[in-house]
C-alpha cells in the first residue's frame, strides 16, 4: 500500500501520469472545478466545511428525528452524521429494547399498560446552568403519545421515559428552565384531563382542557422526579410552544396558542373543517404563567390530584394571580425569549409579522392591575398595545425564531416564502434574507435559544427537499441546510439530507462542552449507571440452571464469549448477562441468537441480558454481532435446546473437529516463536517513549499486557499436554496463545500508531 502510494506520488511529480478522462487523477484545483462544474463560491463553501480526517466538529447538533422517535446527532460544520439515539423507538444498533435493560427504560414508556414502539419527537433541549448550555443532559417529547425522555450525554444514552399523567398529546416541550430546574411540556389538543375520561365533543367548552406541566429534574440522579412535579390547568386552546423566561425575566414562562376559537370541526357532517374554524379570529393568546409563584402553590398543596398527579387547577392559578393572557396574531407558532431575557418574540403563521413583547411592560400591566377584560376562562387580558415593544413585517408565514451572538440579532424562519429573514428586533428592521430549500420550519443557531448565543452558523430544517438530492421515491429526505452567518449577509454553506423522520427542532453545542466517556467501569449497566448484580469477571463466568430456567454470567472480550455452548430444554426461560471486559476504546461487542428476537450492544465494561422462552427445540448459533477483532467470525457459540428428557445414547459419540499431530504442534510452536518477535518489538518502542502521558493508549497497553498474561499461563499448559503427547490439546491451547498474542500485537499496534501520531517523546 505504502509504496504503491509512493509511486503514484512520483509519477504525478514527474508529470508522467497516464491520460486519464475525468477528475479523479487531475491534479489541479482548476481541473477539478472544471471537470465538476463548481465555481468559486463553491469552493469557499467547500473549504469552510470540509473537515479532513480525523478532523473535529466545532459544534454538536442533536435534531429530534420526527416519527422515528430518535435523536439524530451530527456535527457542525462537516454536517456528518455522528448517531442516531433511540429514545421512544426501539433501535437494534444500540441494542435498544432488545435487551432487558433498555427494555425498561422504553417499557417506562407504556401508556395504562399499552405497549408504544414509536414517538414523533419535536423539540430537544439542552440542560442549562445560569441560562448557558452546559453538555450533561438532553431531553426530549413525543407529541404523539405524550411524554419526556433523558438522555444523559456522558454515554449519549436514553435513561428515562415518563408519561404526562394528564394530557392526550404534547407539543410545547422539552424547553428547560435556565438551571433546568424543571422541564416545560405543553398539552398541544385539548382533551378531558386525566385518563381514558369520555367526554362529547359538544361539552368542549366545559370538560376539555390543556394543560402545562413543569417536570422536575434531578440533577443528581439524572433523573425527572414525577413526585416533585405538577401542571397548571389551561383553557381548551390548542397550547402551542413554550419558552422559559431568563434574566429579568427568570421564573416566569410564556406559551402560546392556536385555535383559540375552541372550534370541534366535523367536515363529514357538512361543517368547515377545522383550518377554517381554527383560523377564524384575527388573534389567539400568549399565555404568561409565574412558575416561581406555581411551583410554592404546588408545594403549599394548593392543588388537585388527577390521575395521581397534582394539577393547580385554573380558578385557583387565575386567583393566585399566576396566570394572564395576551392577544398575539394570528395562528401563532414559535415564542422565543430574547437571549437577555427581556423581550419575547411571536410569530404568527397567518400573519406577516413577528411580534415583539416587552417584559418590563408586560409587569407593568400586571402592577397597575391593568387588564382590557378576561377571557372566557377568567384569565385578565393584557393587552396587546400596552405590552408590544415593536412589530416587523418579514414576510409570509414566519414561524420560528433564533439569536445571533450580536446583538438584537434575529433570525426568523418564513414557512411560506421559503426563506431566513435576519433582523433587529430592538430596532425593529429588516437586515438580509436568504432563499432556503424549501419550506422551513425551525431554525437554529449555535447556542441560539440560551443566554449566550455563539453566532457563527444556522441550520434551516426544511420540510420539503424536492429537487436537490437524487430522488429516491416518492417520500423525500429532509433538507438541513446549513448558512453561515458570521458576516452582514448570510450566505448557504451545504445542504444535508436527512434521512429518517422529519425532524422539527435541532440545538447545538460547543463540542468542548460535551465530554462522553468512552468506557464503563466494568460491570456497568448502562440504563441505570449502577453496578450491574450480573456482571462477571474473567474467570467468573457460569451457567446456573433452576427449575426450568437456564440463567448464564458470560463475558466477552477478543474474540470469544464464554461460555461456548448454553444447553437448554424445551420451554425453559434463558437469561443470558453479558460483560464486555475490554477496556480499548471503540471495541464493542455484541449479541444475539438466531431466531429468538434478542440483541445487545456490550461497549466495553458494559453488562447487559437478553431474555426468551426457548419454546422450540433445535440448534441455534449465537453470535458477536460487531467486526471486533479479526476473528470476530469466530466469536460464536451454540444454544442448543434439547427435547424434554432427552440423554445422550450409544450412538452419539463425540467426533467432532480436525485431529492433529505432533508436526501440527511444532508448527504452532514455531507460529508463536515468529510472533513474540514482532510483539517485543512493539513493547520496545511503546516503553521506550512516554506513553503513560497519554490515557488513551495505557488502556490499550493495559489491555494488550493482559491478553499477553494469558498467552504466558496457557504456554504451561500446551507444552505438559505436548509431554504428555497429547497432540490434538497441544496443538489447540497453542494456537489459543496465538490468538492471545495476534491481539496483544493489534492492540500494541494501534498503541504505536497513536504515540507516533501524537509525537510521542522518548525517554531514557
Ligand atoms: S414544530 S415547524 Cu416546533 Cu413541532 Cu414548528
Ligand atoms: Cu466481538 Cu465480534
Same mark, same amino acid.
Given at each position: 500500500?505504502?509504496?504503491?502510494?509512493?509511486?503514484?506520488?512520483?509519477? +504525478?511529480?514527474?508529470?508522467?501520469?497516464?491520460?486519464?478522462?475525468?477528475?479523479?487523477?487531475?491534479?489541479?484545483?482548476?481541473?477539478?472545478?472544471?471537470?465538476?462544474?463548481?465555481?468559486?463560491?463553491?469552493?469557499?463553501?467547500?473549504?469552510?466545511?470540509?473537515?479532513?480526517?480525523?478532523?473535529?466538529?466545532?459544534?454538536?447538533?442533536?435534531?429530534?428525528?420526527?416519527?422515528?422517535?430518535?435523536?439524530?446527532?451530527?456535527?457542525?460544520?462537516?454536517?456528518?452524521?455522528?448517531?442516531?439515539?433511540?429514545?421512544?423507538?426501539?433501535?437494534?444498533?444500540?441494542?435498544?429494547?432488545?435487551?432487558?435493560?433498555?427494555?425498561?427504560?422504553?417499557?417506562?414508556?407504556?401508556?395504562?399498560?399499552?405497549?408504544?414502539?414509536?414517538?414523533?419527537?419535536?423539540?430537544?433541549?439542552?440542560?442549562?446552568?445560569?441560562?448557558?448550555?452546559?453538555?450533561?443532559?438532553?431531553?426530549?417529547?413525543?407529541?404523539?403519545?405524550?411524554?419526556?425522555?433523558?438522555?444523559?450525554?456522558?454515554?449519549?444514552?436514553?435513561?428515562?421515559?415518563?408519561?404526562?399523567?394528564?394530557?392526550?398529546?404534547?407539543?410545547?416541550?422539552?424547553?428547560?428552565?435556565?438551571?433546568?430546574?424543571?422541564?416545560?411540556?405543553?398539552?398541544?389538543?385539548?382533551?378531558?384531563?386525566?385518563?381514558?375520561?369520555?367526554?362529547?365533543?359538544?361539552?368542549?367548552?366545559?370538560?376539555?382542557?390543556?394543560?402545562?406541566?413543569?417536570?422536575?429534574?434531578?440533577?443528581?440522579?439524572?433523573?425527572?422526579?414525577?413526585?416533585?412535579?405538577?401542571?397548571?390547568?389551561?383553557?381548551?386552546?390548542?397550547?402551542?410552544?413554550?419558552?422559559?423566561?431568563?434574566?429579568?425575566?427568570?421564573?416566569?414562562?410564556?406559551?402560546?396558542?392556536?385555535?383559540?376559537?375552541?372550534?370541534?370541526?366535523?367536515?363529514?357532517?357538512?361543517?368547515?373543517?377545522?383550518?377554517?374554524?381554527?383560523?377564524?379570529?384575527?388573534?389567539?393568546?400568549?399565555?404568561?404563567?409565574?412558575?416561581?409563584?406555581?411551583?410554592?402553590?404546588?408545594?403549599?398543596?394548593?392543588?388537585?390530584?388527577?390521575?395521581?398527579?397534582? +394539577?393547580?387547577?385554573?380558578?385557583?392559578?387565575?386567583?393566585?394571580?399566576?396566570?394572564?393572557?395576551?392577544?398575539?396574531?394570528?395562528?401563532?407558532?414559535?415564542?422565543?425569549?430574547?437571549?437577555?431575557?427581556?423581550?419575547?418574540?411571536?410569530?404568527?403563521?397567518?400573519?406577516?409579522?413577528?411580534?415583539?413583547?416587552?417584559?418590563?411592560?408586560?409587569?407593568?400591566?400586571?402592577?397597575?392591575?391593568?387588564?382590557?377584560?378576561?377571557?372566557?376562562?377568567?384569565?385578565?387580558?393584557?393587552?396587546?398595545?400596552?405590552?408590544?415593544?415593536?412589530?416587523?413585517?418579514?414576510?409570509?408565514?414566519?414561524?420560528?425564531?433564533?439569536? !445571533?451572538?450580536?446583538?438584537?440579532?434575529?433570525?426568523?424562519?418564513?414557512?411560506?416564502?421559503?426563506?431566513?429573514?435576519?433582523?433587529?428586533?430592538?430596532?425593529?428592521?429588516?437586515?438580509?434574507?436568504?432563499?432556503?430549500?424549501?419550506?422551513?420550519?425551525?431554525?437554529?443557531?449555535?447556542?441560539?435559544?440560551?443566554?449566550?448565543?455563539?453566532?457563527?452558523?444556522?441550520?434551516?430544517?426544511?420540510?420539503?427537499?424536492?429537487?436537490?438530492?437524487?430522488?429516491?421515491?416518492?417520500?423525500?429526505?429532509?433538507?438541513?441546510?446549513?448558512?453561515?452567518?458570521?458576516?452582514?449577509?448570510?450566505?448557504?454553506?451545504?445542504?444535508?439530507?436527512?434521512?429518517?423522520?422529519?425532524?422539527?427542532?435541532?440545538?447545538?453545542?460547543?463540542?468542548?462542552?460535551?465530554?462522553?466517556?468512552?468506557?464503563?467501569?466494568?460491570?456497568?449497566?448502562?440504563?441505570?449507571?449502577?453496578?450491574?448484580?450480573?456482571?462477571?469477571?474473567?474467570?467468573?463466568?457460569?451457567?446456573?440452571?433452576?427449575?426450568?430456567?437456564?440463567?448464564?454470567?458470560?463475558?466477552?472480550?477478543?474474540?470469544?464469549?464464554?461460555?461456548?455452548?448454553?444447553?437448554?430444554?424445551?420451554?425453559?426461560?434463558?437469561?443470558?448477562?453479558?460483560?464486555?471486559?475490554?477496556?480499548?476504546?471503540?471495541?464493542?461487542?455484541?449479541?444475539?441468537?438466531?431466531?429468538?428476537?434478542?440483541?445487545?450492544?456490550?461497549?466495553?465494561?458494559?453488562?447487559?441480558?437478553?431474555?426468551?422462552?426457548? !419454546?422450540?427445540?433445535?440448534?441455534?448459533?449465537?453470535?458477536?454481532?460487531?467486526?471486533?477483532?479479526?476473528?470476530?467470525?469466530?466469536?460464536?457459540?451454540?444454544?442448543?435446546?434439547?427435547?424434554?428428557?432427552?440423554?445422550?445414547?450409544?450412538?452419539?459419540?463425540?467426533?467432532?473437529?480436525?485431529?492433529?499431530?505432533?508436526?501440527?504442534?511444532?508448527?504452532?510452536?514455531?507460529?508463536?516463536?515468529?510472533?513474540?518477535?514482532?510483539?517485543?518489538? +512493539?513493547?520496545?518502542?511503546?516503553?521506550?517513549?512516554?506513553?503513560?502521558?497519554?490515557?488513551?493508549?495505557?488502556?490499550?497497553?493495559?489491555?494488550?499486557? !493482559?491478553?499477553?498474561?494469558?498467552?504466558?499461563?496457557?504456554?504451561?499448559?500446551?507444552?505438559?499436554?505436548?509431554?504428555?503427547?497429547?497432540?490434538?490439546?497441544?496443538?489447540?491451547?497453542?494456537?489459543?496463545?496465538?490468538?492471545?498474542?495476534?491481539?496483544?500485537?493489534?492492540?500494541?499496534?494501534?498503541?504505536?500508531?497513536?504515540?507516533?501520531?501524537?509525537?510521542?517523546?522518548?525517554?531514557?
Amino acid at each position: 500500500m505504502k509504496r504503491l502510494g509512493k509511486l503514484a506520488v512520483s509519477l +504525478v511529480a514527474t508529470g508522467m501520469g497516464l491520460a486519464v478522462s475525468g477528475a479523479w487523477a487531475a491534479d489541479s484545483l482548476q481541473d477539478v472545478m472544471k471537470a465538476r462544474g463548481l465555481n468559486q463560491q463553491d469552493l469557499l463553501a467547500a473549504a469552510k466545511t470540509y473537515t479532513p480526517t480525523g478532523g473535529r466538529d466545532e459544534f454538536m447538533a442533536f435534531s429530534s428525528g420526527g416519527q422515528s422517535g430518535q435523536v439524530i446527532v451530527y456535527g457542525i460544520p462537516s454536517m456528518r452524521i455522528l448517531k442516531y439515539i433511540g429514545v421512544f423507538t426501539p433501535e437494534p444498533w444500540q441494542g435498544y429494547g432488545f435487551d432487558e435493560e433498555s427494555k425498561k427504560v422504553l417499557r417506562e414508556g407504556n401508556i395504562d399498560g399499552k405497549e408504544i414502539n414509536w414517538g414523533d419527537t419535536h423539540h430537544p433541549g439542552l440542560s442549562e446552568t445560569n441560562g448557558e448550555s452546559d453538555g450533561q443532559f438532553l431531553f426530549i417529547n413525543d407529541k404523539a403519545n405524550p411524554r419526556i425522555a433523558v438522555i444523559d450525554l456522558r454515554d449519549f444514552e436514553t435513561k428515562q421515559i415518563v408519561v404526562n399523567p394528564i394530557m392526550k398529546s404534547d407539543h410545547g416541550g422539552a424547553f428547560v428552565t435556565p438551571n433546568t430546574d424543571y422541564i416545560i411540556e405543553t398539552s398541544q389538543y385539548p382533551a378531558p384531563l386525566g385518563n381514558r375520561k369520555f367526554s362529547p365533543l359538544e361539552d368542549f367548552n366545559d370538560t376539555y382542557r390543556g394543560a402545562i406541566t413543569y417536570w422536575k429534574f434531578d440533577r443528581t440522579k439524572g433523573l425527572i422526579d414525577a413526585k416533585q412535579s405538577f401542571s397548571i390547568e389551561l383553557p381548551p386552546y390548542s397550547q402551542d410552544l413554550s419558552d422559559a423566561g431568563k434574566g429579568p425575566s427568570d421564573g416566569w414562562s410564556f406559551t402560546n396558542s392556536f385555535c383559540s376559537e375552541r372550534y370541534v370541526g366535523g367536515i363529514e357532517k357538512g361543517r368547515p373543517p377545522y383550518e377554517a374554524g381554527c383560523s377564524a379570529k384575527d388573534t389567539d393568546y400568549l399565555h404568561v404563567i409565574n412558575w416561581k409563584r406555581a411551583a410554592e402553590l404546588f408545594k403549599a398543596g394548593k392543588t388537585t390530584t388527577i390521575n395521581g398527579h397534582q +394539577v393547580i387547577m385554573l380558578a385557583t392559578a387565575i386567583k393566585e394571580g399566576i396566570i394572564f393572557v395576551i392577544p398575539e396574531p394570528k395562528s401563532p407558532h414559535g415564542v422565543d425569549v430574547t437571549p437577555d431575557g427581556t423581550k419575547i418574540v411571536v410569530a404568527g403563521k397567518l400573519d406577516t409579522h413577528v411580534s415583539v413583547y416587552s417584559f418590563d411592560k408586560i409587569m407593568a400591566a400586571i402592577k397597575a392591575g391593568k387588564f382590557e377584560g378576561k377571557d372566557p376562562y377568567g384569565i385578565p387580558v393584557i393587552s396587546m398595545k400596552d405590552t408590544l415593544h415593536t412589530q416587523v413585517e418579514l414576510g409570509l408565514g414566519p414561524l420560528h425564531t433564533q439569536f !445571533d451572538s450580536k446583538p438584537c440579532v434575529a433570525y426568523t424562519s418564513l414557512y411560506v416564502d421559503s426563506q431566513v429573514a435576519k433582523w433587529n428586533y430592538c430596532e425593529g428592521k429588516v437586515l438580509d434574507k436568504i432563499a432556503v430549500h424549501y419550506n422551513i420550519g425551525h431554525l437554529m443557531t449555535m447556542e441560539g435559544d440560551t443566554t449566550k448565543p455563539r453566532g457563527k452558523y444556522l441550520v434551516a430544517l426544511n420540510k420539503l427537499s424536492i429537487d436537490r438530492f437524487n430522488p429516491v421515491g416518492p417520500l423525500h429526505p429532509q433538507n438541513h441546510q446549513l448558512i453561515d452567518i458570521s458576516g452582514d449577509k448570510m450566505t448557504l454553506l451545504y445542504d444535508m439530507p436527512i434521512p429518517l423522520g422529519e425532524p422539527h427542532y435541532v440545538v447545538a453545542i460547543d463540542a468542548k462542552k460535551l465530554k462522553p466517556a468512552v468506557r464503563y467501569k466494568v460491570g456497568t449497566n448502562s440504563r441505570t449507571d449502577l453496578p450491574s448484580p450480573y456482571a462477571a469477571r474473567a474467570g467468573e463466568e457460569k451457567t446456573v440452571r433452576k427449575g426450568n430456567s437456564v440463567e448464564v454470567w458470560g463475558t466477552e472480550i477478543r474474540s470469544h464469549i464464554t461460555p461456548e455452548t448454553i444447553e437448554a430444554e424445551v420451554g425453559d426461560e434463558v437469561t443470558i448477562h453479558l460483560t464486555n471486559l475490554e477496556r480499548a476504546e471503540d471495541e464493542t461487542h455484541g449479541f444475539t441468537v438466531s431466531t429468538y428476537n434478542v440483541h445487545a450492544s456490550v461497549e466495553p465494561g458494559k453488562t447487559v441480558t437478553v431474555k426468551f422462552k426457548a !419454546d422450540k427445540e433445535g440448534v441455534y448459533p449465537y453470535y458477536c454481532t460487531e467486526f471486533c477483532s479479526a476473528l470476530h467470525l469466530e466469536m460464536e457459540g451454540y444454544l442448543l435446546v434439547k427435547p424434554k428428557g432427552w440423554k445422550p445414547s450409544k450412538a452419539t459419540t463425540a467426533s467432532a473437529g480436525t485431529t492433529y499431530t505432533e508436526a501440527d504442534y511444532k508448527a504452532e510452536v514455531k507460529k508463536i516463536t515468529d510472533t513474540q518477535a514482532v510483539i517485543d518489538s +512493539v513493547v520496545t518502542y511503546i516503553t521506550s517513549v512516554n506513553y503513560k502521558d497519554f490515557p488513551d493508549v495505557v488502556s490499550m497497553v493495559d489491555d494488550a499486557f !493482559d491478553q499477553l498474561g494469558k498467552a504466558k499461563e496457557l504456554k504451561v499448559k500446551h507444552e505438559a499436554l505436548a509431554a504428555k503427547q497429547d497432540w490434538q490439546n497441544a496443538t489447540l491451547w497453542a494456537e489459543q496463545v496465538w490468538q492471545y498474542q495476534v491481539k496483544t500485537a493489534d492492540l500494541g499496534l494501534r498503541a504505536k500508531t497513536f504515540l507516533e501520531q501524537h509525537n510521542a517523546k522518548k525517554i531514557k
